[in-house]
Every structure is written in structure tokens, then in C-alpha cells.
């Protein structure tokens, strides 16, 4: 069984991940820490909790960064809707959940990386602010972790929000530049390979059908996502299952075929979040960044549709 933490920022896909983690029997889902990012850490914390109970789970969230190291964030919800979950849960407030954990995520994170150390996979499926702030605060975590897995960069395929970039370096890039120079034992897992992996009309049609509680509820804020995804990328078959391929690689490396690279993060102008090819990083710095730029996807699509509702 594969311990496993997962750091996210409950968008959708986010959500699917966490149903997936939790159904997956390789899995042993230890907890979960949440950012901003697809939408303010209130609504993401909400969102996870609400995904545990649903899943009758007693998973641990807790509640981490606020904002990026260094930039701003604005919210437009766009591909996730304003709340994260394609504002499905427009009754349930932040504040209704009074039980967050005084423990903040970043602490959490490093207890929890003292406790498993190589055991423990940490799969972060949002802004790498968590980490990165977890490190500055402890970088002993950094030789101790057994590896993160962290859905995020583009290297042979054009971003998503900008020509370059992907939306969870590109919201906070110094976070993610900094993630990578310290040579933390990682698996990048960008669009290049996650853009192959499409779910479809047809599939939420399914769980839409199967009527429990749950598949009806990720059939909902599902729905927005494919809507989004048809108007932004007319050309694709349905949307692309970003955080839930991070899950897969994180059980099992197979699903995807990688290559080693010194990694680093464009930090500003229009390429801000950009992943690059780090040339010039001394040679007797370990390589320990592994790039994935093959998916099966077939083998990966049919293991989450077995796990999903
Ligand atoms: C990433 O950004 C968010 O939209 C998704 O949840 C995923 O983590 C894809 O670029
Ligand atoms: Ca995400």
C-alpha cells in the first residue's frame, strides 16, 4: 500500500482525485492538505471536506496557504467556478465548518514527513506554496520525503493559461522554481501527458445514471468543467483528468514513461510559470526531477473509471 498525502486546492478535477485516492485499494490516503488556488483556501478546504464526507470518510483536511509567495492571485472562475466546485454547493459557507484544525497544512506536512519518511508519497495537485513553505520552514523534509508526485508545467506542449504556461505553476511560479531547485525527489506530471487523458460527456452521463449520492454529486460539478472545457478547447474530446493522472503515477510509476531533467520555473514576464530545461545547475547537484512525457492512457482511463463512484 502506498502511503499517500495529498496537497490540492479543490478545484474539480482536484475532487475527482480525492474520490479516486480514497477508492483506490493501493492507496493508503493519510490525509489532505489544501491551498488556494482554484479558488480561495476557505472554498477549498469546504470542498475537501464535503468530497470526505460524501465518500463516508473520516480523512483529515487541513487548511494551508492563502496566497502565492510573491504574487497576487484573482479568482475569475473560469474552469472551476467561483467557489471550485462549479458552484454546486452555493448553501454550504466556508464558515458553517467550524471543526478546521488549529494544525496548519505546511506543519502537518512536515510532521507528517518526519513520521513516514521514504514511505510516504506526497501528490500535490495545486500551487506548490505548500511545499515550498514547508521546506523554508524544515528543509531537512527535503532528503527525507520518499517522493512527491506534483501535477503542474508544460515542457513539449503549449500552456493553459498563457502560451507556456500551466495554471498550477503559473499561479504561484516562484513556489514551484523554488520546489525544484532544491532537488526534492520529484515527478512533474504537466499537460504534456495530461491533456491525453480525457474524460467525456458520455462518462458523466454514466455516473449521472448510476444515481447514488456520490456519482450524482461528481456528475454535477463535473458538468461545468466539460462545459468549460468545450468552449475554451473546442477541438478536444472532453476535459482533461490533470489531478487524478498525478494520483495514478503516485500508486504506480508505470502509468506514465518519464525523463530525468534539471528543471526550473520562468518566474516573470508573459512566460511567467513556465517549465524549462535548467542548463546551467551544477553538475554535482543529484538529478532528481523525473519529467513524465508518455501516458498510458487507455490503462490509466480504465483504472479510474473501476475506482471513480
Ligand atoms: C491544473 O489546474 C487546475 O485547473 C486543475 O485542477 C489542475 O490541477 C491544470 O492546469
Ligand atoms: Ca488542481
Given amino acids: 500500500m502506498v502511503k499517500m498525502i495529498l496537497d490540492c486546492d479543490t478545484g474539480i478535477d482536484d475532487a475527482l482525485a480525492i474520490g479516486y485516492a480514497v477508492h483506490s485499494p493501493e492507496i493508503e490516503l493519510l ?30 483536511v487541513w487548511k494551508g496557504a492563502e496566497k502565492p509567495l510573491v504574487l497576487e492571485k484573482e479568482y475569475n472562475g473560469l474552469i472551476h467556478g467561483m467557489d471550485g466546485l462549479g458552484n454546486t454547493l452555493g448553501n454550504v459557507q466556508p464558515e458553517d465548518l467550524v471543526d478546521c484544525p488549529s494544525l496548519h497544512a505546511v506543519d502537518y506536512l512536515i510532521e507528517k514527513i518526519y513520521e513516514y519518511k521514504e514511505e510516504l508519497t506526497l501528490v500535490v495537485t495545486g500551487p506548490l506554496t505548500n511545499l515550498a513553505l514547508a521546506i523554508k520552514k524544515d528543509p531537512n523534509i527535503i532528503n527525507l520525503v520518499g517522493k512527491v508526485v506534483s501535477m503542474g508545467g508544460a515542457l513539449t506542449t503549449p500552456g493553459n493559461v498563457n502560451r507556456y504556461a500551466e495554471a498550477n505553476y503559473a499561479i504561484d511560479p516562484h513556489a514551484a522554481n523554488y520546489v525544484y531547485k532544491t532537488n526534492i525527489p520529484i515527478t512533474m506530471v504537466g499537460l504534456d501527458v495530461t491533456r491525453k487523458t480525457l474524460l467525456t460527456t458520455e462518462d458523466v452521463a454514466n455516473w449521472k445514471q448510476k ?36 494520483i495514478a503515477v503516485g500508486k504506480d510509476p508505470s502509468f506514465v514513461q518519464t525523463i530525468p531533467i534539471h528543471l526550473e520555473v520562468e518566474v516573470e514576464g508573459v512566460s511567467a510559470g513556465r517549465t524549462i530545461e535548467d542548463l546551467y545547475r551544477e553538475e554535482s547537484n543529484p538529478l532528481q526531477t523525473e519529467v513524465s512525457i508518455k501516458v498510458d492512457a487507455e490503462r490509466f482511463m480504465e483504472d479510474f473509471y473501476k475506482n471513480i463512484v
Avoid: W
Wanted: charge should be neutral; charged fraction near 20%.
Fill in 31 to 60: 490525509g489532505i492538505t489544501v491551498c488556494y488556488g482554484m479558488a480561495p483556501v476557505d472554498y477549498t478546504y469546504r470542498n475537501a471536506k464535503k468530497i470526505v464526507q460524501l465518500l463516508g470518510n473520516d480523512i483529515g
Fill in 211 to 246: 444515481g447514488t449520492e456520490l456519482s450524482c454529486f461528481f456528475a454535477e460539478f463535473t458538468q461545468y468543467y466539460l462545459d468549460a472545457y468545450k468552449k475554451i478547447h473546442p477541438y478536444l474530446k472532453g476535459c482533461a483528468l490533470h489531478d487524478p493522472l498525478a
